[in-house]
């Protein structure tokens, strides 16, 4: 449990694997998808998840150059895990009373 927990390590983590999980992505393309993350935060968390082996960063030879990020088999992986934590959280979220 730990292990996977500090692969999950940070606010946002699940929220970039969750966008991950629907295809590769660019920077730009996770910035839209989660307006409130900052940049600096955004890159923290995807440095960690690539150290983690949770994602893969792939540099394109183009100009400028472009960087797409995707998941690995291990990141994938978790797909199930973060279902299972929405499946228990959703019934036990604070009531807006």
Known sequence: ?????????????????RELLRGDRTFSELRQALPALS??????????LAEAGVLDRHR????????????????RDLGPVLQALWNWGVPHRPSDT
């Open 39 to 48: 940049d600096k935060v955004l890159s923290d968390r995807l440095a960690h």
């Open 1 to 17: 449990m730990e292990i996977t927990l500090a692969a999950l390590h940070g606010r946002w983590t699940t929220l970039i694997i």
């Open 60 to 75: 394109r030879p183009d100009w400028p150059p472009r960087v797409r990020y995707s998941l690995t088999p291990r990141g």
